[in-house]
């Protein structure tokens, strides 16, 4: 019999992307979402009840479910305190109640500014956003509650990039952004200095990542450890860099490449990271995680396949 996975967050890029490589493995998978969906049940973190009961149905839980990013977080702090702190905890706590094993999602933002390099999930943490805050105490939560009592695995992301296999929800990373307005034919402003790093990875590696992360923790011998890892490629890129890529892809393709525009940071308070190279040996040594796609292969297929289909719907509106 194949193993009950539910996964919390199932509506959103992260999470769709979990449920499809899930499936393709074969799991049984229980997709839960936030609001009202048409295609998931509701299944709301701060809801200490339907967390329970959800927990209980399934043999694992994978949980993407967060208010997510820095911008939405600063918005309504409280919202992402209950979110992404409480329900967590929540989560994680439920989970160590019935020993159901979990696979819980963070982000690099609960670094805040590396001090050195390169970067492990032994790293000190020091966020500087309420995004990076609530979901440290998150972290911390998911660690105490399950450690001792239930196998987990926590991966603080670095920065998901590109379209999931059914291209059900979109990317909004930088390198969708910038082919998005290559596309339409607009400038890629990039904001000062410009060499910023970021460590960028495929949506789909992530979500084979956090497959590889289901199958240690619902192995009968895993020991009920809590476990951390950082996520990413191991690529990191200017946005300068990035600006570049796309460009370069443009002119390859289309014969001309959009202005890179250099712009002031709208949040200058905020430390510009000019370094970030994570560490991928001990999760390639430990789950076999290797990502495979490469940010220069993806662009140039992403930039023709959307340059396709834009023809395939210039063609249909003509005959139509
Ligand atoms: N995307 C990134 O750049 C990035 C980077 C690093 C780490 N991460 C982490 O990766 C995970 C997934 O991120 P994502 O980009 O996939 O986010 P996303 O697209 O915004 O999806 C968030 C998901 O959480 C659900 N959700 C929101 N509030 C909820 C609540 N109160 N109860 C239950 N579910 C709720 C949403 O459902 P509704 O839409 O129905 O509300 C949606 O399914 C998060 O833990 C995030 O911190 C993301």
């Not at 409480?86 to 979990?102: D, Q």
């Not at 890629?188 to 956090?210: F, K, M, N, S, Y």
């Not at 995680?289 to 993806?298: A, C, D, F, M, S």
Request: include cysteine; glycine fraction near 8%; hydrophobic fraction near 35%.
């Amino acid at each position: 019999m194949s193993e009950s996975v539910g996964v919390l967050g199932a509506s959103g890029y992260v999470g769709s992307a979990v449920v499809s490589t899930l499936e393709t493995e074969a799991y049984d998978v229980y997709p839960a979402a936030g609001s009202s969906h048409e295609t998931y049940p509701t299944v709301d973190l701060r809801d200490r009840e339907a967390i329970r009961s959800f927990v209980d149905d399934v043999g694992c839980v994978v949980n993407t479910a967060g208010l997510v990013g820095v911008n939405a977080c600063e918005a309504d702090p409280e919202a992402a305190f209950e979110i992404n702190a409480i329900g967590a905890t929540n989560v994680a706590w439920a989970c160590a109640r019935r020993g159901v094993p979990l696979v819980h999602l963070s982000s690099v933002a609960t670094i805040g500014d590396p001090e050195r390099q390169p970067i492990t999930a032994e790293h000190p943490r020091d966020p500087t956003t309420t995004y990076g805050r609530t979901k440290l105490i998150g972290d911390r939560a998911v660690r105490t509650a399950t450690d001792g009592r239930t196998p987990s695995i926590t991966y603080c992301l670095t920065n998901p990039y590109g379209t999931p296999p059914d291209r059900a929800v979109a990317g909004n990373s930088v390198v969708d952004f910038f082919l998005e307005r290559a596309i339409a034919g607009e400038s890629l402003p990039v904001h000062r200095p410009g060499i910023q790093e970021r460590d960028l990875i495929h949506v789909t590696d992530a979500a084979a990542a956090v497959v590889a992360a289901v199958d240690a923790v619902i192995d009968p011998d895993a020991s009920p450890d809590a476990r951390q890892y950082v996520l990413g490629s191991g690529d990191a890129y200017s946005i300068l860099e990035v600006a570049g890529l796309v460009a370069a892809a443009c002119h390859e393709t289309i014969g001309s490449s959009p202005d890179v525009e250099l712009r002031e940071r709208p949040t200058p308070d905020q430390p510009v990271i000019r370094r970030f190279d994570i560490d991928t040996r001990e999760l390639e040594a430990t789950l076999g995680v290797e990502p495979t796609t490469t940010l220069e292969g993806w662009v140039d297929e992403e930039l023709r396949h959307r340059l396709d289909e834009r023809e395939r719907g210039r063609n249909a509106a003509h005959s139509r």
